[in-house]
């Protein structure tokens, strides 16, 4: 079993940047394949970034890519988030998620197994 918990959100002024974290429990961290999703008032669940076991393999939704980078720490149990020239509508509560199969990097959320509670990040104009 996998528990997550996220932190590093807030309030940012548009171009600015914010650096996500997620603590991972268990003892099988890092055989799982891990992402963030995102979720703005009155949208469905969006997928942001999704990384491998190793961090070797990384894959960004549109919206985001050349701007946010995922990686994760397999030592010290977390995946990041960072998020770079950040724009208004990138607001959202931002939810760290694992998945045990990671031959693949999904964009479904019915794809993954566990999700952290959320963080909320917010971007002003």
């Known amino acids: 079993q996998v528990q997550l918990v996220e932190s590093g959100g807030g309030l ?3 171009g600015g940047s914010l650096r996500l974290s997620c603590a991972a429990s268990g003892r099988t961290f890092s055989l799982y394949g891990m992402g963030w999703f995102r979720q703005a008032p009155g949208k469905e ?5 999704g990384i491998n076991w190793s961090g070797g393999n990384t894959y960004y939704g549109d919206s985001v890519k050349g701007r946010f980078t ?3 720490d397999n030592t010290k149990k977390t995946v990041y988030l960072q998020m770079n020239s950040l724009k208004p509508e990138d607001t959202a509560v931002y939810y760290c998620t694992a998945r045990r199969d990671d031959t693949t990097i999904p964009i479904s959320t019915d794809a993954y197994d566990h999700w952290g509670q959320g963080t909320r990040v917010t971007v002003s104009s």
Request: glycine share 0%; aromatic share 10%.
């Open 12 to 14: 940012v002024q548009a």
């Open 45 to 49: 669940r969006e997928f942001v970034a």
């Open 70 to 72: 995922i990686s994760r």
